[in-house]
Structure formats: structure tokens, C-alpha cells
């Protein structure tokens, strides 16, 4: 009976030299949070675990739930040796999230995957499983909390597919600088979208300014650089022929162009996001 293991353990917090009577038992995670809950010391915890007419079942999920629940590495690692997790790693309800464990340990910024996140279509149901499975894969905090925060209460409206925020007036982007090529410098500036364009505004020399229709670029991406622990993503080029550098890039700052992006996403998501092709540069 699984209830005498829960107070076999919880008798370990008030008698530390007591005996736990040879039986065969189970102990569960379940059995393990309550003795926790009640006060047990860890070796009380361990000698229960240890004692060989004891069963252990726990699950990969379970050693995450107990890691999050504070449990001590010592009690962890007696469950291991007893019962040692299988290699299998869980696997989430929503396979999209699979994707975005992939791009987390490619190294992409934390920045770009709460993008991806804001950006990803139908919204995120989270199960628990799907929360055991981005814990154990060191997902951060944050970004399972704007994954939770896609699906907007239970009540929210679905979004018609295809359907985009008409653009406020004016959308100013400061502190960018146009990538010169050629003959030409780079120049500072910011962009202006409005409608469905894009405007390029240079200070004090109105003969550099354009403007150009959002829905005829090629493709829009990040030019990244590689940085310990994340990449960082300092240039947004909008076909091959825009490429905008933020103006605070050397500082450390890449607010400017993923504003551009986020923009972009959120305003005409029609329009090709990705890496140019290989064959294009």
C-alpha cells in the first residue's frame, strides 16, 4: 500500500534513528513530495529509498518535478541508483514545440525564439507534459511564459487565418543606418511604414530618401553574429538590396532592428521570412 511508504518517510523528519520496517513497498514521486512537505531530513528520505524491499517507480517526468520542487540532488541521485531513468527523453504534446527546443540549442537568442513564439500562428494549449518537457530541456522561464500567454485566456476570439492588424500611421524606426555598397557610404537614418510601405528617411540630405512597396521584397532576414552564450542579431536586410545595420550594434544593442522585424511579422506576415538562398548570397 503506497500510503504506508508516504508515512514511512514522514516519520524520518521527527525520528532520524528510526528503522523503517522491511516490507515491499513502492515509493513515488507522489510519496516523496509529501515526506518533503512534511519536514523529512534527506537521509531519512535516501534510507527508505535504499532499503531493499523497496520498489522505486519514477518517470523522466518525475525527476523533473522533483528538481522543481526542490528536492536534494543526494535524494535525486539515490532514486537514480535504484531506478534508473530511461535514456528516452519525453516528447511534447504539441510537436511545434520539439521544433523550438531545436532552435533554443542551436544557439538562436532568446529575443528571436520569443519572436518566433509571437509570431507562430495558432496559439500554444500548454499540458503539463508539454511544460515537463521544456523544463527538462532548459527552456527558459520566459519564454514558456509568453508561450502560455499565445493562447490568451480561454475565452480569446481566434484570429481569421491570413488576417493581418491594419499599420498605424507613421510607424517610425530610429536609429538605423543604411549598409553602403559599392560607391556608397553607409548613412544613417530611420524608416517609416506606412500603408504598405517602407520609407527610408535620412536627416538634413532629403535627395537620399525612398520609399519601397513592402509587398514586393524578395525575402526579409537577420545578419547574425556568433556570441557566447547566444547569437546576436545586429542587421534586418529586406531583400537583397536593403540591408539596415542598428545604429547601437557596436554597443550591444539590437533593439532597432527587431522592432523592424517584429513589425514586419506582425504587420504583413505574407511577405517570405527566412535566410537568403544559397545560390542568391
Known amino acids: 500500500m503506497k500510503h504506508m511508504i508516504s508515512r514511512a518517510l514522514m516519520g524520518t523528519a521527527f525520528l532520524a534513528a528510526a528503522t523503517v520496517p522491511a516490507r515491499a513497498d513502492e515509493v513515488t514521486v507522489?510519496?516523496?513530495?509529501?515526506?518533503q512537505g512534511a519536514g523529512a531530513a534527506a537521509g531519512g528520505i535516501i534510507s527508505v529509498i535504499n532499503d531493499p524491499a523497496t520498489t522505486?517507480?519514477?518517470t523522466p517526468g518525475d525527476i523533473v518535478t522533483l528538481r522543481a520542487a526542490g528536492v536534494p540532488d543526494a535524494v535525486i541521485t539515490a532514486i537514480e541508483a535504484r531506478a534508473?531513468?530511461?535514456?528516452?527523453?519525453?516528447?511534447?504534446?504539441?510537436?511545434?514545440?520539439a521544433d523550438l527546443v531545436r532552435l533554443m540549442k542551436s544557439g538562436i537568442s532568446e529575443a528571436i525564439l520569443l519572436e518566433h513564439v509571437q509570431h507562430s500562428g495558432a496559439p500554444f494549449e500548454l499540458s503539463s507534459n508539454d511544460l515537463l518537457y521544456l523544463k527538462q530541456n532548459g527552456v527558459?522561464?520566459?519564454t514558456i511564459g509568453a508561450l502560455m500567454a499565445t493562447s490568451?485566456?480561454?475565452?480569446?476570439?481566434?484570429?481569421?487565418p491570413g488576417a493581418a492588424p491594419a499599420v498605424p500611421r507613421d510607424l517610425t524606426f530610429d536609429d538605423l543606418v543604411l549598409v553602403g555598397h559599392w560607391f556608397h557610404?553607409?548613412?544613417?537614418g530611420r524608416l517609416v511604414m506606412g500603408g504598405d510601405t517602407l520609407s527610408w528617411v535620412v536627416a538634413n540630405d532629403a535627395?537620399?530618401?525612398?520609399?519601397?512597396?513592402?509587398?514586393?521584397?524578395?525575402?526579409?532576414?537577420?545578419?547574425?553574429?556568433t556570441r557566447t552564450p547566444e547569437n546576436f542579431c545586429y542587421q534586418i536586410v529586406n531583400g537583397a538590396r536593403f540591408p539596415f545595420r542598428d545604429g547601437n550594434g557596436e554597443s550591444g544593442s539590437n533593439a532597432s532592428v527587431v522592432e523592424v522585424m517584429e513589425a514586419l511579422r506582425k504587420y504583413f506576415p505574407q511577405v517570405?521570412?527566412?535566410p537568403p538562398d544559397a545560390t542568391k548570397g
Open 30 to 35: 507522489q510519496s516523496i513530495l509529501i515526506a
Open 56 to 58: 522505486v517507480a519514477v
Open 84 to 97: 534508473p531513468v530511461p535514456g528516452v527523453a519525453l516528447q511534447p504534446d504539441d510537436a511545434r514545440l
Open 140 to 142: 527558459l522561464e520566459s
Open 152 to 160: 490568451g485566456g480561454s475565452h480569446a476570439a481566434p484570429r481569421a
Open 185 to 188: 557610404k553607409d548613412r544613417v
Open 207 to 225: 535627395d537620399k530618401n525612398f520609399t519601397f512597396q513592402i509587398a514586393g521584397l524578395e525575402k526579409v532576414w537577420f545578419t547574425c553574429q
Open 272 to 274: 517570405a521570412f527566412g
